[in-house]
């Protein structure tokens, strides 16, 4: 069972910055790639980063020069640095471990745990 944690949402007017953290415990959490979704109102769940085991990443196009994931060597805590935020950022951010030993899936079926969300929103 892993469990995981975010913090650091909040407003934040357009073109600042925030940084969510993903507190990550639990057994085997160093074997699984984690992620970063994000869910707008009416909207689909979307993929905005994620980290591989060998810590590789992959970003979505919209994000791609504004956001960073980053995470510590044990996997304990993983980030996403978000700069130059726009208000089409506005969503629910939520972190996700992967599948054990799943190589930077990008599609939510491959994520087996989940957060429970914190809300990011960007004012124009």
């Known amino acids: 069972q892993v469990q995981l944690v975010e913090s650091g949402g909040g407003l934040v007017q357009a073109g600042g910055s925030l940084r969510l953290s993903c507190a990550a415990s639990g057994r085997g959490v160093n074997q699984r790639s984690m992620g970063w979704f994000r869910q707008a109102p009416g909207k689909e769940r979307e993929i905005v980063a994620a980290i591989g085991l060998r810590g590789n990443t992959y970003y979505t196009d919209s994000v791609k020069g504004r956001f960073t994931i980053s995470s510590d060597n044990a996997r304990n805590t993983v980030y996403l640095q978000m700069n130059s935020l726009k208000p089409e950022d506005t969503a629910v951010y939520y972190c996700?471990?992967?599948?054990?030993?799943?190589?930077?899936?990008?599609?939510?079926?491959?994520?087996?745990?989940w957060g429970q969300g914190t809300q990011v929103t960007v004012s124009s």
């Open positions: 996700a471990a992967g599948q054990t030993w799943m190589e930077l899936p990008v599609k939510a079926a491959s994520y087996d745990y």
